[in-house]
C-alpha cells in the first residue's frame, strides 16, 4: 500500500521561504503523478501544483504562480515543493497526493499524506 508522508512545515514570517517533501513508500515513485494541496481552517482544499510522472509538465494554482516550484527526485522516491515570498494566505495544512492514471489539476489523487501544517506570520 503507497503511503505518503510530508515534512517540512513549520513557522516562517511573511517574505519567508521554505520546501516541503513529500516522500513515498509502498511504491516507486516514477510510477505516480504527484499533487500538492492545502487546506485553511474553515476553507476548501485547494489545489496548489502538481508534476507529471518525468517532473516534465507541472501545474500551478494562480495563487502561488512564480512563488512555488515543484519538482520530484523519482531516484529518492520525493516530491518537493519550493515556496517564496510567503504571505498569510498561505496558512495551511498542506498534503500531498498522488495518482498511477491522471496527473494535473483534479482531485481525485488515489492516495493522500496526512499533511503538514505552514503557518505564515506577519
Known amino acids: 500500500q503507497v503511503q505518503l508522508v510530508e515534512s517540512g512545515g513549520g513557522l516562517v ?3 519567508g521561504s521554505l520546501t516541503l517533501s513529500c516522500a513515498l513508500s509502498g511504491g516507486v515513485l516514477s510510477n505516480y ?3 500538492w494541496f492545502r487546506q485553511a481552517p474553515g476553507k476548501e482544499r485547494e489545489f496548489v501544483s502538481a508534476i507529471g510522472w518525468s517532473g516534465g509538465r507541472t501545474w500551478y494554482a494562480d495563487s502561488v504562480k512564480g512563488r512555488a516550484t515543484i519538482s520530484r527526485d523519482n531516484a529518492k522516491n520525493t516530491v518537493y515543493l519550493q515556496m517564496r515570498s510567503l504571505k498569510p494566505e498561505d496558512t495551511a495544512v498542506y498534503s500531498c497526493a ?5 496527473v494535473g489539476i483534479h482531485y481525485e489523487y488515489e492516495f493522500w499524506g496526512q499533511g503538514t501544517q505552514v503557518t505564515v506570520s506577519s
Open 13 to 15: 514570517q511573511v517574505g
Open 33 to 35: 503523478a504527484m499533487g
Open 98 to 102: 498522488a495518482d498511477i492514471r491522471r
